[in-house]
């Protein structure tokens, strides 16, 4: 099991239960604009077996286990590609019997995802086949080589999406997860124009630029509920 990309072997730590239940999921609005910002659509429960040489030892590593849950966290565990981003937690220790053992249980809100994907295309119309069974917000990256006045971009909501005053070698951000724009560092929410923020559809999804000379990278991270 990893916890924060580190394995939990490092505090003598192994997953003994584990178990989600899904919850409601509902979006919230940013101005006008819908965010998909809803980030404890689960409830995860997690009972973790510490073990050390004494007792001293197993001590040590559940308080420096506990570090790891004081902010958000994330834990994946082995032979699975998902991921938990778990809002912070304050675990709670159960004695086993023996010195050199006890348990930490854990129980927080999350959101279930896989690793990142990324899909760049320089064609004003191309398909993207995502994993997960419900909706997860992305980010788009638009490159574009020459100024564009106004750009619309289909595929990623509901309503189309428009992208005023791009500039040529200057790389524009629409972070659907977060609600942010940026263009080469700086803030330019300004030059969003939508209703909601881009996410991406389980199954197939067809994005359309209405115009040539933009590179576009989407990233998402597959989602399940």
């Not at 050199?100 to 004003?124: A, F, G, P, V």
């Not at 993207?128 to 909501?157: F, H, Q, R, W, Y």
């Not at 300004?190 to 996410?199: A, L, N, R, S, V």
Request: aromatic fraction near 8%.
């Amino acid at each position: 099991m990893l916890i924060n990309d580190i394995h939990s072997s490092e505090w003598g730590a192994s997953l003994s239960e584990k178990l989600v239940t899904p919850a409601s999921e509902e979006a919230v609005r940013q101005g006008k604009v819908l965010l998909y910002t809803n980030h404890v659509p689960k409830r995860l429960y997690m009972k973790i077996l510490i073990e050390g040489y004494n007792r001293l030892t197993v001590e040590k590593y559940a308080s420096s286990l506990a570090l790891q849950f004081k902010k958000e966290f994330t834990i994946q565990t082995d032979n699975s590609t998902s991921i938990y981003k778990c809002m912070p937690a304050t675990p709670a220790m159960e004695e086993t019997g023996f010195n050199t053992m006890q348990y930490m249980t854990i129980e927080t809100e999350c959101i279930e995802y896989e690793e990142e994907t990324s899909i760049t295309s320089s064609s004003t119309s191309f398909n993207i086949n995502a994993d997960g069974n419900i909706e997860a917000p992305c980010t788009i990256e638009l490159l574009p080589s020459k100024d564009i006045a106004k750009v619309m971009l289909t595929g990623l909501s509901s309503d189309p999406i428009y992208l005023n005053d791009l500039k040529a070698g200057k790389l524009l951000i629409v972070n659907g997860e977060e609600g942010e724009v940026e263009e080469a560092g700086v803030s330019s929410y300004e030059k969003f124009d939508g209703w909601e923020f881009p996410k991406i559809q389980a199954g197939v999804n067809l994005i359309q630029l209405n115009e040539e000379g933009i590179t576009i990278t989407v990233r998402y991270k597959a989602r399940w509920n």
